[in-house]
């Protein structure tokens, strides 16, 4: 059974810093497209980062320049190193893989930028 499992979510002041970590229990890891989305209230989920499998990143226009994806094949892991947070950045942040004809969603982590 395919698991995402989404950690280091939390409170944290405008400004300041978090890196979310999604371990994935996915055979040939290294092939799927692994991204980020979020979700705030009443508002629709949306891509927040993405990562191919050769590499090629793609941001959402509000996170370019203080958020960074990364992900490492060997543990099977992908990262979004998040900076100067802002308010707006709070939502839930669910963690994806796209294979071929499959996605799998993890159960978010909730990030909250408030002072």
């Known amino acids: 059974q395919v698991q995402l499992v989404e950690s280091g979510g939390g409170l944290v002041q405008p400004g300041g810093s978090l890196r979310l970590s999604c371990a994935a229990s996915l055979r040939m890891f290294k092939s799927y497209t692994m991204g980020w989305y979020r979700q705030a209230p009443g508002k629709q989920r949306g891509m927040v980062a993405k990562i191919t499998s050769a590499g090629t990143i793609v941001y959402a226009d509000s996170v370019k320049g203080r958020f960074t994806i990364s992900r490492n094949n060997d543990k099977n892991t992908m990262y979004l190193q998040m900076n100067s947070l802002k308010p707006e950045d709070t939502a839930v942040y669910y963690c994806?893989?796209?294979?071929?004809?499959?996605?799998?969603w993890g159960q978010g982590t909730q990030v909250t930028v408030s002072s």
């Open positions: 994806y893989a796209r294979g071929v004809g499959a996605d799998y």
